[in-house]
C-alpha cells in the first residue's frame, strides 16, 4: 500500500478526513468558548471582589 491508497481510502476518503476535520473544528470551538467563559468568570469575580471591598 503507498501513500495515495491510503489517503485515497478506497473511495471514503471524502467522508472520513472530513469526518476528522469536523472533529477537529468542534475540538476547536470548544476550547476557545471555554477560555472565553473562563476570561467572563473571572472578570465577574474580579468586579464582585472590588464591590465587596468598597463597603
Known sequence: ?????????NGYAFYVWGSYGMALFIFIIEILLVRHKRKITLQQLRLMRDAGEGQ
Do not use: G, K, R, T
Not at 2 to 9: D, G, Y
Open 1 to 9: 500500500m503507498n501513500w495515495s491508497e491510503f489517503f485515497a481510502m
